[in-house]
């Protein structure tokens, strides 16, 4: 929801990083790991983590009230 309500999205530019990186992580070519890992798919877990990083980024701290 958060994604959705800040507008949020995946680049190709960032997807095909996240497919390099794969590549690199198990040592295989970045067209069989294509094969394997949908972009549908490893868009979801990318912008699930990017709303993620943006309420981390954009939280306000707050101290809870204590009633004594």
Not at 40 to 59: P, Q
């Amino acid at each position: 929801k958060v994604a959705e309500l800040e507008a949020l999205e995946i680049t190709e530019e960032e997807l095909e990083g996240e497919y390099d990186k794969f590549a690199a992580q198990y040592g295989m070519e970045k067209d069989k790991i294509k094969e394997v890992v949908s972009a549908e798919g490893l868009k979801k877990d990318m912008l699930v983590e990017k709303a993620i990083k943006f309420v981390r980024d954009n939280a306000k701290e707050s101290k809870a009230k204590s009633s004594k």
